[in-house]
């Protein structure tokens, strides 16, 4: 049995949220905007498979506008969550929600298909409780980050090297990466790195830029 741990009493008394419960709101929006942050752009379009829980409650538990305001880049706290579905109409910003009988691995499970342009990718995420998340797939390669550890999104070109590249500019700073996580649909199609590191960088945004400024990277985004 897997025994879930908590950092702080705000893990078990759950966040600062607009919205009736932490998992289908909180959550939901926490999932939103990592998706968004890993896409590295607002999609033009999204369609939200839903499983479980997620797919019988996600209307009246505000489940549908915390995704699409996380997609935004809002926070689980944002006092224009509720409006997320008009802001998104109005940017134009196509949105679907396919509820699905499957049974998922855990009932607060969406799975999300982004697109803009010939730019597509998959995320699957789950609300685990008290607004903490996971991920759990990404255009279809199973992983497991839980995003409670400092992250950094690379959206790069796929070029050979590249990959120990990155690794230098986190050496030269001094920080272990902890796990790497690296997917991209076809060979020549843009790739992503996920890169967990063990401790939080003195200057996270610096690390940024110069990992930015590594050719063939498009993109590059800290979490924490």
Known sequence: MEVLKYRSVFDIIGPVMVGPSSS???????IGKVCRMIFG????SIEFDLYESFAKTYRGHGTDVALVGGILGMDPDDPRLSDSLKIAYE??????????????????????????DDFKMSV??????????????LNGYSMSLSMGVPTYIIIHQDVPGLLSKISTKFAEKGLNIGKVTMTRQTKGD??????????????????????KSLHDVLSVTYFK
Do not use: C, W
């Open 24 to 30: 289908h709101t909180a959550g939901a929006a926490r």
């Open 91 to 116: 940017e134009g910003m196509e949105v679907l929600f396919v509820p699905k009988k499957e049974i998922a691995d855990h009932p607060n499970t969406v799975t999300m298909h982004l697109k803009k």
């Open 124 to 137: 699957t995420g789950v609300s685990i409780g008290g607004g903490n998340i996971q991920i759990t797939e």
């Open 190 to 211: 843009n790739g992503i790195i996920l890169a967990e590191i063990d401790d939080k960088p003195e200057d996270a945004d610096e690390l940024r830029r110069e990992i």
């Open 41 to 44: 752009e607002r999609p033009d």
